[in-house]
């Protein structure tokens, strides 16, 4: 496992409180805000390509290589989320079918 993965895995460990600096304790950000985090974030990547088609079918696109490096990224995001939803379903229908 590489280190960046061992960073991925602790970003998402549940946390259950945190004291803020008024001696409050507030909840901390679960999986349902991480995984709204990474909608927005595939959403902004899905949406500068769209702008770098729109720009190079237009003629106004200054550099065809960002805009292929956009496209790319955004296939490669989007594949990756689809990947994530059939694994998080497969756990879900593993974790229906258990016996209680």
């Not at 950000?29 to 595939?42: D, I, K, M, R, T």
């Not at 990224?73 to 593993?94: C, F, H, N, P």
Request: proline share 2%.
């Amino acid at each position: 496992m590489s280190v960046q993965a061992i960073g991925a895995l602790e970003a998402i460990q549940p946390q259950t409180l945190q004291t803020t600096q008024a001696g409050t304790t507030a909840v901390a950000p679960g999986f349902a805000s991480w995984v709204e985090h990474e909608l927005n974030s595939l959403n902004t990547q899905l949406v500068s390509a769209e702008k770098g088609i729109s720009q190079l079918a237009s003629g106004t696109a200054e550099n065809l290589h960002a805009v292929m490096l956009q496209l790319e990224q955004a296939r490669l995001a989007m594949q990756i989320a689809g990947q994530v939803r059939s694994r998080v379903l497969e756990a879900y229908q593993d974790v229906m079918r258990m016996q209680v």
